[in-house]
């Protein structure tokens, strides 16, 4: 704005309009920056929340994921094998009433699973399981024209491998102060379903009244089973739990196949089956989380 003196020596007033518009495009530069500026600070913390949204969502999933091992007592019923009747005119023989009794072993788990949420996990579990032979309860080799003797003697073990897929439910009892500390205490419930390798490696298996003559029964097979189980677990922290677990798991049968006598005269009878083998093992377990 310039100031001008009339002719009579008054003031007069007037507007330059070069530093008007100037002055406006000077405004509307500043004001374009600032948008600019504000659209650049809303972009960047968009970008940085969906960053960390995502974060969120991958540190979720992945402490989904657990694996876990047990190491324990393995107790094994008695093993009882279905008569076998030998068939006319042969040289061979049958049996009839047998029933090994089985010694404590060891069992052996590891599973990985994915927890769907603070409640339910599915796993798929393998593990390994063995017991020793303890002699025949009872039990007899049989002809077929009516002679019998006892079984006595016998070495050897039973092993299991299972396949299962499990589910699994979990009961808190005793809350830590906050998710990620140490001291809580879930009761853990599950069982599966899957097959079993059913093996057995026995030899020196006698006759009492026919000195000389050994059978032997070495074989194996993959049968349906299915287990249920129970336990404890301690939180040591966020990623590590330590418990106690009791399972039991059930197979249908197995067939180990024919016998095999130390005298080439006689031949195998019939596959050597059994009824339902029932296991049962204690096992302290340890878990991870990740």
Same mark, same amino acid.
């Given at each position: 704005?310039?100031?001008?003196?009339?002719?009579?020596?008054?003031?007069?007033?007037?507007?330059?309009?070069?530093?008007?518009?100037?002055?406006?495009?000077?405004?509307?530069?500043?004001?374009?920056?600032?948008?600019?500026?504000?659209?650049?600070?809303?972009?960047?913390?968009?970008?940085?929340?969906?960053?960390?949204?995502?974060?969120?969502?991958?540190?979720?999933?992945?402490?989904?994921?657990?694996?876990?091992?047990?190491?324990?007592?393995?107790?094994?019923?008695?093993?009882?094998?279905?008569?076998?009747?030998?068939?006319?005119?042969?040289?061979?023989? =049958?049996?009839?009433? !047998? /029933? %090994? &009794?089985? @010694? #404590?072993?060891? +069992?052996?788990?590891?599973?990985?699973? *994915?927890?769907?949420?603070?409640?339910?996990?599915?796993?798929?579990?393998?593990?390994?399981?063995?017991?020793?032979?303890?002699?025949?309860?009872?039990?007899?080799?049989?002809?077929?024209?009516?002679?019998?003797?006892?079984?006595?003697?016998?070495?050897?073990?039973?092993?299991?491998?299972?396949?299962?897929?499990?589910?699994?439910?979990?009961?808190?009892?005793?809350?830590?102060?906050?998710?990620?500390?140490?001291?809580?205490?879930?009761?853990?419930?599950?069982?599966?379903? =899957?097959?079993?390798? !059913? /093996? %057995? &490696?026995? @030899? #020196?298996?006698? +006759?009492?009244?026919?000195?000389?003559? *050994?059978?032997?029964?070495?074989?194996?097979?993959?049968?349906?089973?299915?287990?249920?189980?129970?336990?404890?677990?301690?939180?040591?922290?966020?990623?590590?739990?330590?418990?106690?677990?009791?399972?039991?798991?059930?197979?249908?049968?197995?067939?180990?196949?024919?016998?095999?006598?130390?005298?080439?005269?006689?031949?195998?009878?019939?596959?050597?089956?059994?009824?339902?083998?029932?296991?049962?093992?204690?096992?302290?377990?340890?878990?991870?989380?990740?």
């Amino acid at each position: 704005m310039r100031m001008k003196r009339s002719v009579d020596g008054r003031v007069d007033g007037s507007v330059d309009e070069g530093a008007v518009r100037a002055a406006w495009r000077a405004r509307a530069f500043a004001a374009v920056a600032v948008a600019a500026l504000a659209g650049g600070l809303a972009a960047t913390a968009a970008a940085d929340d969906g960053a960390a949204s995502k974060e969120g969502a991958v540190a979720e999933l992945g402490d989904g994921f657990f694996i876990g091992t047990g190491l324990g007592v393995s107790i094994l019923s008695d093993v009882k094998i279905r008569d076998v009747t030998p068939p006319p005119g042969e040289i061979a023989f =049958g049996n009839a009433g !047998v /029933a %090994a &009794d089985v @010694d #404590a072993g060891f +069992a052996w788990n590891i599973e990985l699973g *994915f927890r769907l949420d603070e409640s339910f996990s599915l796993a798929i579990e393998s593990g390994f399981y063995r017991n020793g032979f303890g002699g025949f309860s009872s039990g007899e080799f049989t002809t077929d024209i009516g002679l019998s003797t006892a079984l006595v003697g016998g070495d050897g073990d039973f092993t299991q491998i299972p396949v299962f897929f499990n589910a699994l439910y979990e009961i808190p009892l005793v809350k830590p102060e906050t998710p990620s500390a140490a001291g809580g205490l879930n009761l853990r419930i599950g069982g599966g379903l =899957g097959l079993v390798h !059913v /093996a %057995a &490696d026995l @030899d #020196a298996i006698g +006759a009492a009244d026919v000195p000389g003559i *050994f059978a032997a029964v070495d074989g194996s097979s993959w049968e349906f089973g299915g287990q249920l189980k129970i336990g404890l677990a301690y939180q040591i922290s966020h990623a590590v739990e330590l418990g106690i677990e009791y399972r039991i798991m059930a197979v249908g049968g197995a067939n180990f196949g024919p016998a095999t006598f130390s005298d080439p005269a006689l031949v195998g009878f019939a596959d050597v089956e059994t009824e339902r083998v029932l296991t049962q093992a204690v096992q302290a377990r340890l878990s991870f989380e990740f």
